[in-house]
């Protein structure tokens, strides 16, 4: 019986007095593929970089093949095979494919000249491996989340592989990309090697794992055989309690005029003839597959494609929404899918953050009052319940569910009305989700806030939304009743436009 490829035992790692990894054991078996689960801040960032070798443990032992390693470096890591794929890929973005594949012999092979004819070779070979279709000469900041993803995972696989760790790999993939990068991770384990997948999202989990291991606070909460673990379980392994899924119910207002109407609203070659209306205090669905033209048209609401057709009315009276400050100015709010290239100031504080919308409604007569800042930013911090020692902190150090209420905060201090989420939820873990959607629906219900959810997160859409709207090809598909339809139901319908 041969050993396992990795074994952690007893591992721990503080940070300044804080206990981020606590007498944690973890085994990963040859050709296995293995989920790693928990909330932000549970722990899972701080163990991939000790299996990574870029944070030392203060006690506990870490053995490849049997064979204790001491003084794991990053490069002694890349010997014994580790490679990880980080979230945000490490790409270069300025470069082609060709070139981020290629870059890594050039340097290893310490040569003072470049052969295009050597880069281009060995990129196709990397591809090939894939067997996948990549453009060896387009620069991969012009490439979609699943291109980048692709390019990541083929450069790990040029440096003798045997572990391949994947940080959240579906964030910002579509259902049907989402099922290419599995069987590519299938592919990979074939070929004899494992694959470590942290991951928030349980379906996909329980879908591509054979073994879950989850961990909470640092420790170790449950582990297993995929077959033995529901999502139930996996969240209450997570968060240490139940989270509820009982559907948002709206029942109607008594609003003279929709809060939002749009009415043949077009935008050439995006897309065309949007009709539709939003309520007070409705939750308004929108689902549809990448290129169904769902992110332009919220873009339009928010005044970035000023030369669009049609109509739109906010609560009865007939608006144009030329520029971002005309949005802004008639109570129209845009989170945007990505919040930390599209939303947040990471370096800046939590405080700036969520004024960086409202300066000017906070100023008096021209001047800024500090103390009046701070204490609108402190009311919005405990209104969002951000959870933060003090607003005076950078936003890059909270979780990614508390970074998400923080770009919600600053879109409700311009005193909204209109709220349009692209993505409420990506890259956010159960326990921080459902804390997200209870707000969303305290602010719908109390607030009388119009709220448009564009999600590829079907259960989301679901359990949140009075109705879905589907969108494919720049057009309006369906529309269907969330209180009439099942998850399945409209992941089939998703399925059947792909």
Known sequence: MPPPLLELRHIGKNFAGVRALDDLSLTIEPGEIHCLAGENGSGK????????????????????????????????????????????????????????????????????????????????????????????????????????????????????????????????????????????????????????????????????????????????????????????????????????????VWRGGSAAAPRLEVRGLAVPGRFRDIALTVQPGEILGIAGLLGSGRTDFALTLFGMHPGYGGKIAIDGVPVRLDTVQDAIGRGIAYVPEDRLTEGLFLSQSIDRNLLASCFRRLAAHGMLNRRRMRAAAALMIDAMRIVTPAGERPVMELSGGNQQRVMMGRWLMTAARILILNGPTVGVDVGSKAGIHAKLRELAQEQELAILMISDDVPELVQNCNRILVMHRGLIVDEIAASKTTEAAVSERLRLLA
């Not at 064979?67 to 979230?87: D, K, M, N, S, Y």
């Not at 052969?115 to 894939?130: E, G, P, Q």
């Not at 760790?165 to 990068?181: F, G, Q, S, Y």
Request: with cysteine.
């Open 45 to 248: 960032s701080t163990l991939i970089k000790v299996i990574s070798g870029v944070v030392v443990p203060d006690q506990g032992e870490m053995l490849f093949d049997g064979e204790a390693i001491r003084a794991l470096t990053p490069v002694r890591a890349i010997a014994c095979g580790v490679q990880v794929i980080f979230q945000d890929f490490s790409l270069f973005g300025n470069l082609t494919v060709a070139e981020n594949l290629a870059l890594s012999n050039e340097l290893r092979d310490r040569r003072r000249f470049v052969s295009w004819r050597r880069v281009r070779a060995v990129a196709t070979r990397a591809v090939a491996r894939l067997g996948v279709d990549l453009d060896l000469d387009a620069n991969v900041d012009r490439l979609p989340a699943s291109g980048r993803q692709l390019v990541a995972i083929a450069r790990a696989l040029m440096s003798d592989a045997r572990l391949l760790i994947m940080d959240e790999p579906t964030t910002a993939l579509t259902r049907k990309e989402v099922e290419t990068l599995f069987r590519i991770v299938r592919d990979i384990q074939a070929r004899g090697i494992s694959v470590l997948f942290v991951s928030h999202k349980m379906r996909e989990m329980l879908e591509i794992s054979e073994q879950i291991t989850v961990i909470r606070n640092g420790r170790h909460a449950a582990s297993g055989k995929t077959a033995d673990f529901d999502e139930a379980g996996i969240t209450r392994a997570m968060t240490g309690h139940d989270v509820g899924d009982v559907p948002y």
